[in-house]
Structures are given as structure tokens and as C-alpha cells.
């Protein structure tokens, strides 16, 4: 798990609301050049996206700037 996704959730398990929290992802593109985007919500509020070419780079992504959303970290 990627730092960013790991201060998102050790955010929310520290305010016992894990449950709140809801990933979504879609796949776009053609075979040879797919692009991941990833969502993050919280208690049904959109806190983040993210778009990569893996999964992974975008949940990292959306993570981030969920972080910025709730004021944890600074946007670079």
C-alpha cells in the first residue's frame, strides 16, 4: 500500500469511520495505452480522483488529494 493511501486510511480508523470510506476505479483507452482513474469518497463526498496508466499510481493519486481535500497535507 502506498503512503498516501495509508495516511487515508490511518486518518479515518484513528476517527473509527473506516466504513465511510468508498473507492471507485474505471478503465478508459484503448489495449495499448489504458488509463486508470481512481476515486475516493467519504461519507458519500468526492474527496478525490486520480488518472495513471496503473491502478495503483492512481489510487495514489486520489489518495493525495484527498489528503489536500481534509486539510492533513499541502498541496505541492
Known amino acids: 500500500m502506498s ?4 495516511r487515508l486510511n490511518n486518518y479515518f480508523q484513528s476517527r473509527q469511520a473506516t466504513h465511510s470510506v468508498s473507492w471507485s476505479e474505471q478503465l478508459s483507452g484503448p489495449k495499448h495505452q489504458r488509463k ?3 476515486q475516493v ?8 480522483t486520480g488518472t495513471a496508466d496503473t491502478k495503483s499510481v492512481a489510487k495514489e493519486k486520489a489518495a493525495e488529494e484527498a ?4 486539510g492533513i497535507i499541502q498541496s505541492e
Open 36 to 38: 486508470w482513474t481512481m
Open 67 to 70: 489528503l489536500v481535500a481534509l
Open 41 to 48: 469518497k467519504a461519507f458519500g463526498e468526492l474527496l478525490g
Open 3 to 6: 503512503n498516501a493511501v495509508t
